[in-house]
């Protein structure tokens, strides 16, 4: 049996942090803002796999006035939803993600967030397919306040 989860998350652009996606530190003068270390690319990714189990959402397993999720490793964070979905029976068979954002420009980047992905997640190497794309000027990405990420999630019964 198959079944499909989306996710989405966005967080603000802000001075004084790293820029983390997918597990991967990418060089640019502004990062993220949020409880955990923001990682976009992983909380689409575990919204999308916990959506297609019926197991809830990120907010509920990680809930963001828990100061044990302060600064969190999202990678981590990915590890224990794998574990949530894997308990009710189901495999990541395959994930697309598609990042929005005007900078920085992230197709060089993309490799190594999905091999950072699979490592983490134990899958193989074409289990994760990522594309980054920008919102053409228009809106909150237009103007660079922020980033956003959507996330598609097959996961198969083991
Ligand atoms: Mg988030």
Known sequence: MIRVGIGYDS??????RPLV???VTIPHERGLQ?????????????DAMLGAAAAGDI?????????????ADS???????????RDRGYALAH???????EQ???RTHLPAMAASLTRRLGTQPDAV????????????????????????????AR
């Open 95 to 101: 994930a697309d993600l598609t990042i929005i954002t």
């Open 21 to 23: 996606l997918g597990g």
């Open 59 to 71: 907010g509920q397993l990680f809930p963001d006035d828990d100061p044990r999720w302060k600064d």
């Open 104 to 106: 920085p420009r992230l």
């Open 11 to 16: 967080h603000r652009f802000t001075e004084g």
């Open 129 to 156: 397919s990522l594309k980054a794309k920008s919102n053409e000027g228009m809106g909150f990405i237009g103007r660079g306040e922020g980033i956003a990420v959507i996330a598609i999630a097959t996961l198969e």
């Open 75 to 85: 990678m981590e964070l990915l590890s224990s939803a794998q574990s949530v979905v």
């Open 34 to 46: 949020g409880h955990s270390d923001a990682d976009a690319v992983a909380h689409a990714l575990i």
